[in-house]
């Protein structure tokens, strides 16, 4: 009998593996390492039974069960049994000692489905993986799954996401729903920023009044991050909120339920104005300051280096913090500390003394030095942002690079571990479209889901044992602009979701078409499961767009799913307004509105343009004795906007081949005129570009084209003319206020792509 069904079993999998069919794109985020399809169903009934084989993978089975429940049938029979009936259509989970990786699961559906895994936790990210296929594969009467065989585990060990709780309160109910959107996608850190300058928001029994006064200011949320101003004697501070102990003690059970080891951050010795305003004597001045509301910036009141009670209380603090947090890792944060009160302390400067330290970077080493020990000492381990590197790195901590890779390379080639969160690709307060007029307010910048997609933590510049350092990325999620729960929801998604196959799924595999045609279905579960999220806009539309006698309107969706409604008289479109499918044509003065709706009927904001028709400038006669280049005026002086351009006294004048910063000029605090000609060989509307940091304006024939004035990075900003081909006069005026210096000028029109305006086309007066 064996022996007859061995054979059998050969047989069926001969079968299986003659039967196998070319991947198609499976509804999974993050892409598993590895699917095999076979032809073929899977039927799984809205009645199905859940076996598990193990007590903890209770927790999973009934993940699965309320799952199947949520789609409206009766709740799934849960059954614990260590050797599950081989029935059809059932959902087992088993463990797997031969499954070789920690966090790796198996998923095999056939004539049931088997999810197996090393721990447990693979057993979960199996659950998460069959969440989707669920959604994918929903019939009438229950599910029809393609019959596969999923091999999958993590790239990284350290798949993160980051809170800033201080800048702006979230309660504990939200806390979960953001561990269950983490959970959703695999990771398996939630970075918890428990202490900034704005808000301490742990409770700590021996020092009461980080909370009952840390934890409060005076409410300004109607006002801009920016602009509020600080308590004054006599009010109230009201805005803000803590965790209790017990509130902390039941996040963290909740989160490692889901496998998510939760890390806090308790900042020093800098961002720390909450605690100060708690204890003053923890600062080098020990005088009273208040919670501040919002971002003035910087700050000089950090902690005193110099005062051995600050290490007392901070040991206290992390003593409480340890007991509640069973991380191996506890953040202390360390960035950005503004020393300027070390150097005149006198209890600091004896410290830098006593130590024989150089200077107050060296005693920012001793500061994180002396908490490693610390930690050290509690088999703990110091992780903190790549400021730490100051003035050396402490010997035993891990580092968190956000300034860039730089920081990371370094740790690594100190063979420290890191974690890679550049403030380029992971920071999810930045803007995610340049849709300013529909975004809510943000920190600045713009990365997309796509950038984030096309983010490699590892840095090329490491070798093969130095890369073995980078333990996986984060996402940041700073809140001074995050005004509500479903506002941080709507920034972390779709960009965690793109994140989470940058740190899930080989490099290898990894395809942005690929991830669009896999989105779609998360965008359902994410939809049912009452998470807010991104869509973007229509492309092609621009504030304005001018045109001579027709205007050709094109626009494009960024996904590859959903439908974008538009009209033309100025209403807002719905999904009983015209429907986009073709390029059309406009002969008169338009407002054009658009957006796209997704099949779940989620829309994105809507985007507006006014399409304008405009006679073509005449271009100018008469002007002669011209060589190529243009002139400029060099100004001498700082400026925060070009208004005031013609106070600044010229310093030269000079001549170059393109509209650029002159090469071999020290550029800070300085302004440039340019002036010129410029020769176009089409009539046509012409699209200019500005990129320019700080300020800059473009006028053709003495009409303002472009306006980018005022103090910004470097930015790029467009402008549209309708102009006859010949010869045009040309102006750029800009200024540079402090730090970065950028400028260029680009042009196209249809026909011609973008390009630079240079001397090709550029024309000055000859002397
Ligand atoms: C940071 O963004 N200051 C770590
Ligand atoms: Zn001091």
New binding site residues.
């Given amino acids: 009998m064996y022996r007859i069904s061995f054979i059998i079993i050969a047989m069926a999998v001969t079968q299986l593996a003659i039967c196998q069919i070319a991947e198609k794109e499976i509804p999974i985020i993050p892409k598993p390492a590895s699917i095999k399809l076979f032809n073929g169903k899977c039927a799984i009934g809205s009645n199905t039974s859940i076996y598990y084989t193990k007590g903890d993978l209770q927790f999973s089975a009934e993940f699965v069960a309320d799952i199947i429940k949520s789609f409206g049938g009766e709740s799934p029979e849960v059954i614990y049994s260590s050797k599950p009936p081989s029935k059809n259509g059932i959902i087992q989970l088993v463990l797997d000692k031969t499954i070789s990786e920690k966090e790796g699961y198996r998923l095999t559906s056939g004539k049931n489905i088997v999810i197996s895994g090393q721990t447990p936790q693979g057993v979960f990210y199996g659950v998460q993986s069959l969440l989707q296929l669920l959604y994918g594969y929903k019939t009438n009467t229950g599910f029809s799954i393609p019959c596969m065989n999923i091999t999958d585990s993590p790239r990284f060990p350290w798949r993160g996401m980051h809170l800033d709780v201080s800048r702006h309160f979230f309660d504990k109910e939200f806390i979960k729903k953001y561990i269950d959107i983490l959970a959703l996608h695999k990771m398996n850190t939630f970075h918890w920023h428990l202490v900034d300058d704005q808000g301490w928001r742990i409770e700590i029994k021996k020092y009461p009044k980080l909370t009952d006064v840390g934890a409060w200011r005076v409410n300004h949320e109607d006002l801009p991050w920016n602009n509020r101003p600080a308590q004054k004697p006599g009010e109230k501070a009201t805005y803000g909120g803590f965790y209790t102990q017990e509130d902390i003690k039941e996040i963290v059970s909740y989160a490692s339920q889901r496998y998510i080891n939760v890390v806090p951050e308790i900042e020093m010795p800098a961002h720390v104005t909450c605690a100060i305003a708690a204890y003053p004597q923890l600062s080098?001045k020990q005088i009273p300051v208040t919670v501040p509301s919002g971002g003035f910036w910087p700050i000089t009141d950090i902690y005193?280096?110099?005062?051995d009670s600050t290490f007392l209380f901070l040991q206290d603090v992390l003593t409480e913090v340890m007991a509640l947090f069973p991380s191996k890792y506890i953040h202390v944060g360390g960035d950005e500390a503004d020393k300027t009160?070390?150097k005149t302390?006198p209890?600091?400067q004896a410290r830098i003394k006593g130590e024989g330290l150089k200077d107050v970077g060296e005693l920012q080493n001793y500061f994180i030095s002396r908490i490693d020990k610390f930690l050290t000492s509690k088999g703990r381990t110091l992780i903190g942002w790549d400021e730490i590197l100051e003035g050396g790195l402490a010997e035993n901590a891990t580092v968190m690079s956000w300034r860039g890779i730089d920081g990371g390379i370094q740790a690594a080639r100190m063979k420290h571990d890191v974690v890679m969160t550049p403030s380029s690709h992971c920071y999810f307060d930045y803007y995610q479209s340049t849709d300013k007029e529909i975004e809510p307010a943000a920190f600045g910048g713009l990365i997309d889901f796509k950038k984030v997609y096309s983010y490699e933590p590892v840095p090329q510049e490491l070798n093969v044992d130095e890369a073995k350092h980078v333990l996986g990325a984060q996402g940041n999620m700073w809140s001074e602009f995050l005004l509500s729960n479903s506002q941080v929801e709507y920034m972390a998604i779709p960009r965690i979701t793109a994140l989470s196959e940058v740190v899930w799924t080989p490099a290898s595999l990894k395809s942005e078409a690929s991830f669009l045609a896999r989105l779609q279905n998360m965008y359902t579960v994410l939809q049912a499961q009452n998470i807010n999220f991104h869509v973007p806009t229509p492309q092609g539309l621009l504030k304005t767009m001018l045109f001579i006698d027709t205007a050709l309107v094109e626009l494009s969706n960024p996904l590859t799913f959903g439908q974008i409604y538009y009209t033309t008289d100025g209403s807002v479109p719905t999904t009983k307004s015209a429907k986009y499918t073709t390029p059309f044509k406009v002969t008169s003065n338009t407002t054009l509105k658009a957006l796209l709706v997704l099949d779940n009927g989620k829309a994105s904001g809507v985007k507006s343009g006014e399409l304008i028709q405009q006679k073509p400038r005449a271009a100018l006669t008469d002007i002669n004795n011209l060589e190529p280049g243009i002139r400029y005026d060099l100004f001498e002086g700082g400026l925060t906007t070009l208004a005031n351009l013609k106070l600044l006294p010229l310093k030269n004048t000079g001549k170059v081949n393109e509209i650029k910063i002159p090469a071999n000029i020290n550029f800070d605090l300085k302004a440039l005129a340019f002036n010129g000609f410029i020769q176009l060989s089409e009539t046509g509307v012409y699209t200019f570009k500005l990129i320019s940091d700080d300020g800059s304006q473009l006028f053709i024939d003495d009409q303002l084209v472009i306006d980018h004035d005022g103090p910004h990075g470097p930015e790029p900003k467009e402008g549209q003319i309708a102009l006859m081909k010949g010869l045009h006069r040309i102006k750029v005026l800009f200024f540079q206020a402090g730090g970065g210096e950028t400028l260029q000028l680009l042009m196209k029109t249809k026909g011609i792509e973008e390009q630079p305006v240079n001397a090709s086309i550029l024309f000055r007066t000859k002397d």
């Fill in positions: 080098c005193c280096a110099g005062n009160n070390w302390c209890k600091c």
